[in-house]
């Protein structure tokens, strides 16, 4: 259930960045993508560290997704992907 809610999470941000960033230029699919491999980043980084594990949630590990999710989505902002 952790892989998938990251995932979740990914498509989410990728949808708030395309919605409140509107002049960003690039497609949604690459946007969707590029913020969907940040969570899955952010959630791999926490279970690595012993926040939770890819079968099971945690909070812990949800936040650190959400938050490789909206790095990655600044990144992708920033560099004009």
């Known amino acids: 259930m952790g892989l998938l809610s990251w995932i979740i999470i990914g498509l989410l941000v990728g949808i708030f960045i395309r919605r409140y960033f509107p002049g960003r230029p690039g497609g949604r699919a690459a946007t969707l993508v590029l913020s969907t491999i940040g969570a899955l980043i952010g959630g791999y980084i926490s279970s690595y560290f012993g926040f939770g594990t890819l079968?099971?949630?945690d909070v812990r590990s949800e936040l650190m997704?959400?938050?490789g999710a909206l790095v990655m989505g600044v990144v992708i902002?920033?560099?004009r992907i």
């Open 77 to 79: 902002k920033i560099l």
């Open 65 to 67: 997704a959400l938050a």
């Open 55 to 57: 079968a099971l949630m």
